[in-house]
């Protein structure tokens, strides 16, 4: 017993060096794959790629702050006493008293009492156990202890890699998915028909506007949403919808390049975003504390907020196919028969709100919460077991793990490939529209202006300013008061012009 609860100061030093030394060698190995994978996406121009890894980097200084909190303040938070009757309610799994009654096959379902006890004995420190002693002296208990922190430090730690291993994957898997319309992209840019005489076609002729027009009316609307539903499930972007996109994109931004790469765009476009999706958000947290708050005994919080990510990822799929149908729907209600190429009108009111961006939230929780579904359940199955009751009876645990998996085909397969394709469907485009070099070209030209501006305005000022000063005090008063008249006086003139200009507007109109 002595042995298990020995202090550093009377730990062989060799035990500490080899533990030390473990420590950082396996620190330092993740730190330089991560410097020479970055190293690789960088001489390779992959910026957005690069900028994941540094966002990585950032997250696993977080964890590593939150650890270092953890650690510094488990003394405190040991010795900050609370009374007995708080610790009994809101509690993940009943207490060894509120079981005595039970049957016995159901009392291997929880952890005991004794248990809980035998792992707090081995890893208490000198410092916990004081804080155990000034609060039972005070007829009280600790407010957490130390096992308890201890496994809350390993939760969020477990959360955090998941949720980076689980948007990567994601991301590979939706990328190797997107990389097969680059055989469509290849074969616009070799075809040359666009060049010959174009001749008219009937607008039902047109595949994109058969599969995605169901007619005009209440029904027809009806059928569109639960066609966008099911579509998302097989096909969910098929080749006259990459044409018809691609077009619409290209007449609408670019229309001076008919050969413009629209995949590789999509491509930067979906890399730049990445950069979000694997980053933890501050309301992402708040998620979690929500959770760790209602993850009550009998409440079986764990398995409805399975839920949640299911049916918004169906929804944003959903959403997605359905405004490519109402690209289709606005260009077959407003013709009977189009010369040329079918071309939509892309437009941020397809949107919800009118914001595209919305859409990469949605995502970005959703891999999210699912990442922490199956933390969770990792979590607990390592450090308390299967048969715990903080994990739950198996009626509940195996529909948790099928949605899990579902969640991550599905977002992987269809709602990322969609995500790519459809936000650009958009008013406006994006930065990646350029390639690096003229980016950074139109960036430095901003900055120009935005700094010859400013130094504009600060020489003015500073020559009024020192003509006020060189002048007195009493010519400061007087231009001041000058200034207070002429702002009075100019007022009523400008309200006039505003009206003036309003009136002009209004008989144009």
Known sequence: MAAEEATLEFT????????????????????????????????????????????VKEELMLLGFISLLLTVFQGMIQKTCISHGWTLHMLPCKREEELAGEAGPAKEHFVTASQIIGRIGRRLLSDGAAGVEICKQKGKVPLMSLEAIHQ??????????????FSVLTMVLGGAKIHQWKQWEDAIQKDNAGNGPKKVTGVHNFEFIREHFKGIGKDSRILSWLQSFFKQFY???????YTTMRLGFIMMHCR??????????????????????????????????????????????????????????????????????QLAQDVAEKNSAIEGDLIVKPSDD?????????????????????????????????????????????????????????????????????????????????????????????????????????????????????????????????????????GNDTTPLNEQR??????????IE
């Not at 809350?152 to 291993?165: C, D, G, K, M, Q």
């Not at 400013?454 to 009024?464: R, V």
């Not at 505003?498 to 008989?507: F, I, L, P, Q, R």
């Open 256 to 325: 001076g390049n008919l050969k413009f790469d629209f995949h590789k765009y999509m491509l930067r476009v979906l890399e730049s975003d990445f950069k979000k999706v694997v980053g933890i958000s501050w309301y992402l947290w708040v998620f979690v504390v929500i959770f760790l708050l209602l993850n009550v005994n009998g409440w079986h919080t764990y398995f409805w907020i399975a839920f949640i990510p299911l049916i918004l990822l169906l929804a944003v799929g959903t959403k997605l196919e359905h405004v490519i149908a």
């Open 350 to 486: 397809h949107f919800w709100f009118g914001r595209p961006r919305i859409v990469l939230f949605l995502i970005h929780f959703i891999l999210f919460q699912n990442a922490f579904e199956i933390a969770f359940f990792f979590w607990i199955l390592t450090t308390y077991g299967f048969n715990s009751c903080i994990m739950g009876q198996v009626v509940f645990i195996v529909p948790r793990l099928v949605i899990g998996l579902i969640i991550q085909l599905l977002c992987s397969y269809s709602t990322l490939p969609l995500y790519a394709i459809v936000t650009q469907m958009g008013s406006s485009y994006k930065k990646e529209i350029f390639n690096e070099h003229v980016q950074q070209g139109v960036l430095g030209w901003a900055q120009k202006v935005k700094l010859k501006k400013g130094f504009k305005k600060s020489n003015s000022t500073a020559e009024s300013t020192s003509a006020a000063e060189s002048a007195g005090p009493s010519a400061k008063i007087e231009m001041i008061k000058r200034a207070a008249r002429e």
């Open 235 to 241: 096909g969910s972007v098929g080749k006259s919808d």
């Open 12 to 55: 062989p030093t060799w035990i500490v060096a080899a533990v030390c030394s473990l420590i950082v060698l396996i620190s330092l190995l993740a730190e330089r794959c991560l410097h020479y994978l970055g190293k690789t996406f960088k001489r390779k121009n992959q910026k957005p790629l690069y900028e994941a890894i540094l966002k």
């Open 498 to 507: 505003g009206k003036d200009t309003s009136s002009a507007g209004e008989s």
């Open 152 to 165: 809350l430090h390993i939760f969020i730690f477990v959360l955090a890699i998941t949720h980076v291993v």
